[in-house]
């Protein structure tokens, strides 16, 4: 027995000293002083350094103009600067445009462009790079590259005329006052054909080098036309796998700033890092489609809207934060947002009994939410309001599929009765509304009122801002009295940073702006 | 010869029953790659129009017939998420996946052997029993939660690596592989603990023979016994077993890439099933098949070598 003893301790220590091995010299890691960092967010920025910052989804495009995934276009605004550029108060601010106007029947948008303002590569933008960026969005290109997205708002512009070396100007075809929302598109070089493998932007960082499931590397643009801005020399965006092992390399220190957690990932992490809390500027809904029964029945989806509490579906999922939203609007549009619709349709599960009775469905129903397997918050909000459902009598299942397949049969084929996920919109309130439209291609709830229709049409032409801001709240309240679907919430977003740095703003767009983030001295 | 023509002939068929099903099956799930390539602000124009440049709208035949004649070729076409030539694309990731299943190979093997044998040794004993429960225990553990517990314990525990810290074999070699051992002990050790207990029930019933019995009579000590008798009889079934083992590992590191975020084959297969970059997924099942046919098809041919009996059958 003791012979066997020996031998088993003999065997422990072996392999133990082959695995401390392994380890070489990180034991010798000077672990970073912790203590009162919070009281250090007030001292001054520093130059210089390096970040990495986690990110869920490898990019689909180098190219601006062909990337279509949030977690693409994310990344790839500190590269890329459009004509106007979103701040932080949801305001478009020139970029590489120094200046623009807009003709007062809204026709005629002329842009200035900014002096001495140049590529990564070295070469000065010039009025014709950004005919040819506009253009090629616009679809307007005579050779066209299929893998350019055309945007639909863009392809309103009518002609792009050069006026000189130094201006521009976009005709429209029909009168537009939000177009300047959407020309936030890159301005790229002209007819340079290696924007897929080495872009290049007017953007605060330059490309350094891409590697697919890897990473991204920018450095710093040190001819950036905003003064001290970025401070920091190089930035790697790390594509992680999941989020599970996102938060392993969160504690373990190779991962800076990460910007998904789950609340619960954020409770954990209090205290080793900053958590800084905002909005995903999302409409979560539990959207329905309005051409399958019972959900044709305006009644069945005022049921549904009073039968589900919203406030409790953000205590379960997102531990009481995020806010609660009752149309398809969210609070960062605070011009346009109405938040008096969020009191139309309170929880009363007897109030949504009697409606179903109304609609002759007194014993309730049976149906199926779809949801996009990949994101485990609407999976979660699903649960909540499977339970919910059951209170007033109606059973509903959930069907999670896959992202492509949510895509093509969902959103594509509206071959579905209900489903969760989150829309999301650019800075202009047309952006959140438009796809109501009764004709809209993107239409997926299927909703058609021709009111809305009419409505939506005045909103978009009118030069007056007060009868712009009626109109899109008229849109709003038209949504929610026709319960076009059950609006839930705007989404927390947790960030955690690095208690090193400081400066991480939050922008009512989907953005990592690196270029205000710094260390504190 | 005439062996060798007939599992070659085999092999071919194998290959082309793969290639038949991994088409077929990209064409019955849901979703396409024009669409999920261009996202939810497309146009219904510009789907039409890339669905058209990939070729989406031909028949299904002239598409199954130009795939395989590019696969015959070794061209298996550009990726439709990153533009770029799938092969190109699958040998950087190939090198990192081949070197953790080898480093996943060689601690399997390091791990079973000594083990195994000890436990026949020992049969019945103390010892016996706690590495067969020990195995019992890796056996039940899914891969995935066996590394994150792997991260979790020695990576932020102990600090022996650091989770995400992941070096490429061009920037350090050492690096590298430092960095995917322990993704590779996590794929090692259900496997190793399936080929304990393998190789102790084939020992064990080696034992039992008659052969055994006429060695012990003749003088031989146990350890010649185990060592120039049973073992050399004992491992003829243990080599088919590690083979079909090695397609284990490979299925294994798709699990273990997520994990341990590294940037091989199983995650690309992953990220592609999930965009539907049809030349990628492919290519990546083809690979694999392949790897794993003629693994298969050497043990066949080796087989007879070891053991002379399989040539007359």
Same mark, same amino acid.
């Given at each position: 027995m003791k012979k066997k003893c020996n031998f088993l301790v003999l065997l422990i220590l072996l392999v133990s000293i082959a695995l401390y091995g392994c380890s070489g010299e990180k034991k010798t890691e000077v672990k970073e002083e912790t203590p009162n960092t919070d009281d250090m967010v007030s001292t001054e920025p520093q130059t210089g350094g390096s970040v990495v910052v986690g990110i869920l989804q490898d990019l689909d495009s180098l190219d601006p103009h062909k990337?279509?995934?949030?977690?693409?276009?994310?990344?790839?605004?500190?590269?890329?600067?459009?004509?106007?550029?979103?701040?932080?108060?949801?305001?478009?601010?020139?970029?590489?445009?120094?200046?623009?106007?807009?003709?007062?029947?809204?026709?005629?948008?002329?842009?200035?462009?900014?002096?001495?303002?140049?590529?990564?590569?070295?070469?000065?933008?010039?009025?014709?790079?950004?005919?040819?960026?506009?253009k090629r969005c616009a679809g307007l290109l005579d050779e066209k590259d299929s893998s350019v997205v055309v945007d639909a708002a863009l392809s309103n512009i009518k002609e792009v005329n050069i006026k000189d070396e130094r201006t521009v100007e976009l005709v429209l075809k029909e009168a537009n006052t939000e177009l300047l929302g959407y020309l936030t598109v890159a301005i790229i070089p002209k007819d340079y054909k290696e924007q897929g493998t080495k872009p290049?932007?007017?953007?605060?960082?330059?490309?350094?080098?891409?590697?697919?499931?890897?990473?991204?590397?920018?450095?710093?643009?040190?001819?950036?036309?905003?003064?001290?801005?970025?401070?920091?020399?190089?930035?790697?965006?790390?594509?992680?796998?999941?989020?599970?092992?996102?938060?392993?390399?969160?504690?373990?220190? /190779?991962?800076?700033?990460?910007?998904?957690?789950?609340? /619960?990932?954020?409770?954990?992490?209090?205290?080793?890092?900053?958590?800084?809390?905002?909005?995903?500027?999302?409409?979560?809904?539990?959207?329905?489609?309005?051409?399958?029964?019972?959900?044709?029945?305006?009644?069945?989806?005022?049921?549904?809207?009073?039968?589900?509490?919203?406030?409790?579906?953000?205590?379960?999922v997102a531990g009481g934060k995020g806010s609660i939203i009752g149309t398809n609007m969210f609070p960062a549009y605070a011009k346009y947002y109405l938040e008096e619709l969020n009191d139309v349709y309170p929880y009363d599960p007897e109030k949504a009994k009697a409606l179903l009775k109304e609609a002759g469905l007194p014993d309730g129903f049976t149906f199926a939410i779809t949801v996009p397997s990949n994101y485990q918050y609407h999976v979660d909000t699903a649960q909540v309001i499977v339970e919910q459902l059951k209170a007033v009598g109606i059973s509903a299942t959930i069907n999670q599929v896959e992202w492509a397949t949510w895509l093509s049969e969902v959103y594509t084929e509206r071959k579905y009765e209900a489903t969760i996920i989150? #829309?999301?919109?650019?800075?202009?309130?047309?952006?959140?509304?438009?796809?109501?439209?009764?004709?809209?291609?993107?239409?997926?709830?299927?909703?058609?009122? /021709?009111?809305?229709?009419?409505?939506?049409?005045?909103?978009?032409?009118?030069?007056?801002?007060?009868?712009?801001?009626?109109?899109?709240?008229? #849109?709003?309240? #038209?949504?929610?009295?026709?319960?076009?679907?059950?609006?839930?919430?705007?989404?927390?977003?947790?960030?955690?940073?690095?208690?090193?740095?400081?400066?991480?703003?939050?922008?009512?767009?989907?953005?990592?702006?690196? /270029?205000?983030?710094y260390f504190i001295k | 010869m005439k062996y060798i023509f007939k599992k070659i002939i085999t092999l071919i068929i194998t290959l082309l029953v793969i290639s038949l099903l991994t088409f077929l099956a990209f064409q019955i799930i849901p979703g396409d790659s024009a669409l999920t390539a261009l996202g939810t602000n497309a146009t219904k124009e510009a789907i039409d129009a890339l669905r058209e440049e990939l070729g989406l709208n031909e028949p299904l035949f002239i598409r199954y017939g130009s795939w395989l004649s590019g696969i015959i070729k070794g061209d298996f076409g550009l990726s439709s998420q990153y533009n770029i030539?799938?092969?190109?694309?699958?040998?950087d990731r190939?090198?990192?996946?081949?070197?953790?299943?080898?480093?996943?190979?060689?601690?399997?093997?390091?791990?079973?052997?000594?083990?195994?044998?000890?436990?026949?040794?020992?049969?019945?004993?103390?010892?016996?029993?706690?590495?067969?429960?020990?195995?019992?225990?890796?056996?039940?553990?899914?891969?995935?939660?066996?590394?994150?517990?792997?991260?979790?314990?020695?990576?932020?525990?102990?600090?022996?690596?650091?989770?995400?810290?992941?070096?490429?074999?061009?920037?350090?070699?050492?690096?590298?592989?430092?960095?995917?051992?322990?993704?590779?002990?996590?794929?090692?050790?259900?496997?190793?603990?399936?080929?304990?207990?393998?190789?102790?029930?084939?020992?064990?019933?080696?034992?039992?023979?008659?052969?055994?019995?006429?060695?012990?009579?003749?003088?031989?000590?146990?350890?010649?016994?185990?060592?120039?008798?049973?073992?050399?009889?004992?491992?003829?079934?243990?080599?088919?077993?590690?083979?079909?083992?090695?397609?284990?590992v490979f299925a294994g590191s798709i699990m273990i890439e997520q994990v341990f975020s590294l940037p091989g084959l199983g995650r690309l297969l992953v990220v592609a099933i999930s965009?539907?970059?049809?030349?990628?997924?492919?290519?990546?099942?083809?690979?694999?098949?392949?790897?794993?046919?003629?693994?298969?098809?050497?043990?066949?041919?080796l087989y007879q070598y070891i053991d002379p009996r399989v040539r007359i059958s």
């Open positions: 990337a279509v995934a949030a977690g693409t276009k994310e990344v790839l605004f500190n590269v890329f600067e459009g004509l106007v550029k979103p701040d932080k108060d949801g305001n478009l601010v020139p970029a590489v445009a120094s200046d623009y106007e807009i003709s007062p029947d809204g026709l005629v948008y002329t842009f200035t462009l900014r002096e001495g303002i140049k590529f990564h590569n070295g070469e000065a933008v010039t009025v014709q790079d950004i005919e040819y960026s506009i290049v932007g007017t953007g605060p960082f330059r490309f350094v080098s891409y590697t697919p499931l890897e990473s991204m590397i920018v450095e710093k643009n040190p001819e950036y036309y905003v003064e001290g801005k970025p401070y920091l020399d190089k930035v790697t965006f790390k594509i992680v796998a999941n989020t599970d092992a996102a938060f392993m390399e969160l504690q373990a220190g /190779s991962i800076d700033i990460f910007p998904y957690l789950t609340d /619960s990932q954020a409770k954990q992490l209090e205290g080793t890092m900053r958590i800084e809390e905002g909005h995903m500027n999302l409409v979560q809904a539990l959207f329905l489609n309005n051409k399958v029964a019972p959900f044709d029945n305006i009644k069945v989806r005022q049921a549904l809207n009073y039968a589900i509490d919203k406030q409790t579906i953000l205590d379960m989150g #829309l999301d919109a650019r800075l202009a309130p047309r952006d959140a509304m438009d796809r109501y439209l009764s004709t809209a291609d993107n239409n997926f709830v299927n909703y058609s009122n /021709s009111e809305y229709d009419a409505t939506l049409d005045k909103a978009i032409r009118t030069v007056d801002e007060n009868e712009k801001v009626e109109s899109y709240q008229k #849109l709003q309240t #038209l949504l929610t009295e026709d319960a076009a679907s059950v609006y839930i919430q705007d989404p927390p977003l947790l960030v955690a940073v690095n208690k090193k740095l400081a400066g991480y703003t939050f922008y009512p767009v989907y953005v990592q702006d690196m /270029s205000v983030v | 030539p799938v092969s190109s694309l699958l040998k190939f090198i990192v996946t081949f070197y953790l299943a080898v480093i996943a190979l060689i601690v399997i093997i390091v791990l079973s052997f000594p083990f195994g044998i000890l436990t026949v040794k020992k049969e019945g004993g103390f010892l016996d029993r706690v590495i067969t429960l020990i195995c019992q225990i890796n056996m039940a553990i899914p891969p995935f939660f066996l590394g994150m517990l792997i991260t979790l314990i020695f990576g932020l525990i102990l600090k022996m690596f650091t989770p995400g810290a992941y070096v490429g074999i061009q920037d350090n070699f050492l690096g590298f592989l430092g960095y995917l051992f322990f993704p590779a002990v996590a794929i090692a050790l259900p496997k190793a603990a399936m080929l304990i207990k393998f190789l102790r029930s084939s020992l064990l019933r080696q034992l039992k023979l008659d052969y055994v019995r006429t060695a012990r009579s003749k003088g031989d000590t146990e350890h010649q016994i185990l060592y120039k008798h049973v073992l050399k009889n004992g491992l003829i079934p243990v080599i088919t077993f590690l083979a079909m083992m090695i397609a284990d965009n539907r970059d049809f030349p990628v997924v492919s290519a990546i099942i083809m690979y694999i098949a392949i790897l794993i046919v003629f693994i298969n098809f050497i043990v066949d041919i």
